[in-house]
């Protein structure tokens, strides 16, 4: 269960606040949606909670299962389950995407204490669920994300999350930049690893992502807050109405 | 190209004092010249434009400055799972007793200290003569040096397919060590041999390599220069290719106080093709310098200089590097590449890529960078659960990666891989 209470947070390089008090929980096996204008935050928090550089909490906290997701290295929080599908996959020339995710899957199994994967049994597992991706072999052996097409990048995100197999997964408007068919892959790649175990935070401007991927709470924020929460039906609201509507009711 | 030299009272004063070795007749006369070369030149000083950006004080002065052994631990040497024949240098001296029999098939092999009192035509056409051909337009008083006063060393001449490498083995036994040694290789038509080296293994070490290939021969380079953090090198690689050629060179350098790697390489003959490649790590009191002078005197020919570096804590990187294509050398494809990876801000590359064309139908191009390790690839590795000293090294791997590409063999190029993965688990682990 990922719990966020009031949480503040600012640029570190200039005094600007982002997000003003968010108050989130996330039960575990549920997927919840924020939909938002741009703007409003969510991004940001995706970054706050996977650790990235340049962001300054202020007030507040984050917890996954317990644990102070705040006081984590990026990594640590990675090994705590926690996974963030990027909005804009990094290039690594020079790194193999199998290398990559080789060291990625071992370093998390080593930092809970368990085996590493033999270099056989890490084979035949990524082999399985790239092919559920479509990802092809030469895809697999070219460096990270270099000369990937948009949904070959968000594919591959999907793959990272297969094979790290996380408690919390966070996907940073996942949809930007897929035509409807790379979406519906992406969607499927995302429904198959639903579990009671496993929770879902999907960051999205439209509601056509979660046609695919049904929320079960879907969230409103808005200048750093959560400003509504509802169900399915909040997102086709916002689908029909816009934003407007629903900032003026509740700003 | 004309370089102003500037000569000093020191200069006179080391040169008057030079011995020449004794020891052959043929010898004795490649070492005059020599000597007559090096004091046309004089010896380099801080003021000479080639040496701007590295000091060579303590490459030229009458002794070494002394370094400390080093203890490289439990550390597997290098190309140790590679089939080769080897070849044991102490201190610059030939050391038989450590070494395999001078005996590969394919390949002739004679000592140079044995060289003098035999007339061996071959190696009497090439001894000094690629050197002094490298001596114009850049002067390069350090090679004259090496002609004049190297009394050991190979001579190799291949005559077909040599059944394995030949692997240079330089140990490092006295602090005060002053070594210079001189390698003549003559590839003959067809010939395919890779030399092998590793080291350096003196407090002061200074080597002349000169390789002269012949049509459709193929040699292949690949060179570790090792972790003795207080040694001192300088060497040259002097190459002459005639047609349908290919030469590649790869030097991996880890640490070192002063290193200056020159390649001077002429094709002469069509459609050949010559890569010089450098992968060095420096990590605190580090210089390395590698400056490269290639000429293109033959039709569509193709060169390739990747040179990257590592570095941290102060050290320093230099790269020039020159491609000349002369009239009439069409169809050249030159490409060139210098990049160094600063990581953190007290480091400094220099870099002087310079093209000089007198082809109107070539394809020449040069780039050279500087740069910190991506925060972003960083942070993309650090969420995916790779701890941050992994990522960099992982990183710094990466941007090696395009040079130490052009090593062909599989094996050695793994060897390179893991000597790089131990310096990197060391220093950064």
């Known amino acids: ?251 | 190209m004309a370089v102003a030299r500037v000569r000093s009272a020191a200069s006179e004063a080391r040169l008057a004092g030079l011995v020449l070795p004794q020891g052959g007749a043929w010898l004795t006369a490649a070492r005059g010249a020599a000597l007559d070369r090096l004091t046309a030149m004089g010896l380099p000083g801080r003021r000479d434009e080639y040496w701007r950006y590295t000091d060579p004080t303590t490459l030229v002065a009458a002794d070494p400055v002394p370094a400390a052994l080093y203890d490289r631990g439990d550390e597997a040497p290098a190309f140790d799972a590679i089939d080769r024949l080897t070849l044991v240098f102490t201190d610059g001296v030939f050391d038989a007793a450590a070494s395999d029999d001078l005996s590969l098939t394919g390949v002739e092999i004679v000592r140079l200290a044995d060289a003098g009192a035999r007339d061996i035509h071959w190696a009497r056409e090439l001894y000094g003569v690629l050197e002094a051909r490298g001596q114009s337009p850049v002067a390069r008083p350090l090679a004259a040096l090496n002609s004049a006063t190297a009394t050991d060393g190979v001579l190799i001449r291949v005559t077909g397919k040599a059944a394995k490498p030949v692997s240079l083995v330089y140990r490092h036994a006295a602090t005060s060590s002053d070594a210079v040694l001189h390698h003549c290789i003559k590839l003959e038509p067809g010939a395919d041999f890779t030399l092998l080296e590793s080291g350096p293994g003196a407090a002061r070490f200074n080597t002349v390599t000169e390789v002269e290939i012949a049509d459709g021969a193929a040699f292949h380079h690949i060179r570790t220069q090792g972790r003795d953090h207080e040694r001192r090198v300088a060497t040259h690689l002097f190459a002459r290719l005639d047609a349908n050629c290919r030469f590649k060179t790869f030097t991996l350098t880890a640490n070192g106080v002063l290193t200056r790697n020159e390649a001077v390489v002429e094709l002469l003959g069509d459609d050949s093709i010559a890569h010089i490649a450098g992968a060095a790590m420096g990590d605190g009191g580090f210089h390395h310098d590698d400056t490269v002078f290639i000429t293109h005197d033959a039709e569509r020919c193709e060169s390739r200089q990747v040179f990257k570096k590592v570095l941290r804590h102060g050290a320093q990187g230099v790269f020039q590097g020159k491609i000349l294509v002369k009239q009439g050398a069409q169809k050249t494809d030159g490409y060139q590449i210098s990049q160094s990876l600063l990581l953190d801000d007290d480091c400094q590359f220099l870099a002087k890529p310079e093209l000089e064309i007198y082809a109107d139908d070539v394809k020449c191009s040069h780039g050279s960078t500087s740069g910190a390790i991506d925060d972003t690839a960083l942070f993309y590795l650090r969420s995916r659960g790779v701890p941050e000293k992994t990522a960099q090294a992982l990183l710094v791997q990466a941007f090696l990666v395009e040079a130490i590409e052009e090593i062909e063999d599989a094996a050695i190029a793994e060897d390179i891989r893991d000597r790089l993965q131990g310096w990197l688990a060391r220093r950064m682990g």
Do not use: W
Request: aromatic content about 4%.
């Open chain 1, 1 to 251: 269960m990922l719990e966020i209470k009031n949480l503040h947070v600012k640029l570190e390089e200039e005094d600007k606040a982002i997000l003003k008090g968010v108050d989130l929980t996330v039960e575990t096996g549920k997927v919840h949606a924020i939909m938002g204008p741009n703007g409003s935050g969510k991004s940001t928090l995706s970054y706050v909670l996977s650790g990235r550089d340049g962001y300054e909490v202020t007030a507040g906290s984050a917890v996954l299962d317990g644990q102070d997701l705040l006081a984590l290295e990026p990594e640590e929080r990675a090994a705590a389950g926690l996974f963030l599908a990027f909005q804009y996959p990094v290039e690594i020339p020079g790194v193999g995407n199998m290398t990559f995710l080789r060291t990625a899957v071992n370093a998390q199994r080593k930092a809970r204490g368990e085996d590493e994967l033999s270099a056989g049994d890490f084979l035949k597992v990524v082999r399985a669920k790239a092919a559920a991706l479509k990802i092809d072999a030469e895809m697999l052996k070219r460096p990270v994300n270099v000369g990937f097409s948009g949904g070959e990048k968000k594919r591959n995100e999907i793959l990272q999350m297969a094979m790290l197999e996380p408690k919390m997964c966070i996907l940073d408007e996942t949809d930007s930049g897929l035509d409807v068919d790379a979406m519906k892959l992406v969607a499927e790649g995302v429904n198959a690893l639903r579990s009671e175990g496993r929770s879902f935070l999907v960051i999205t401007h439209y509601q056509r992502l979660l046609d695919h991927i049904t929320p079960d709470v879907v969230h409103i924020m808005a200048d750093g807050r959560i400003v509504k929460t509802g169900g399915p039906e909040l997102a086709l609201e916002v689908e029909q109405n816009g934003y407007t509507d629903i900032l003026a009711e509740v700003l």
